[in-house]
């Protein structure tokens, strides 16, 4: 088993950044990739952005990209996304995924093994 924990959530003003972290314990050896994904209300969980264990390609929902990035710290087991020029459109739970295999789409819920609690994004206009 993994277990994920997110941090960095909070109440921001459009224009302003936000650095998630995910730290992650247990059977961490048998991450292959993390990810994130967001939940609006009355909307569905979408992805946000992943990266790959192996080779350490990235991947960015269209909505984000060059605006989000994500990285990791191999040392302290953690992920962060790091969120600049943030928007009301932005504003959602974000969850932390991991996956333990190979299969599936990195892009998609059912890619991903185990999650985190989820942290909550504000972001004001």
């Known amino acids: 088993q993994v277990q994920l924990v997110e941090s960095g959530g909070g109440l921001v003003q459009a224009g302003d950044s936000l650095r998630l972290s995910c730290a992650a314990s247990g059977r961490t050896f048998s991450i292959t990739a993390m990810g994130w994904f967001r939940q609006a209300p009355g909307k569905e969980r979408e992805f946000v952005s992943a990266?790959?264990?192996?080779?350490?390609?990235?991947y960015y929902a269209d909505s984000v990209k060059g605006r989000f990035t994500i990285s990791r710290d191999n040392a302290k087991n953690t992920v962060y996304l790091q969120m600049n020029s943030l928007t009301p459109e932005d504003t959602a739970v974000y969850y932390c995924?991991?996956?333990?295999?190979?299969?599936?789409?990195?892009?998609?819920?059912?890619?991903?093994?185990?999650w985190g609690q989820g942290t909550q994004v504000t972001v004001s206009s």
């Open positions: 990266l790959r264990w192996s080779g350490g390609t990235t």
């Open positions: 995924a991991a996956r333990a295999g190979y299969s599936g789409s990195y892009l998609h819920n059912s890619g991903y093994d185990y």
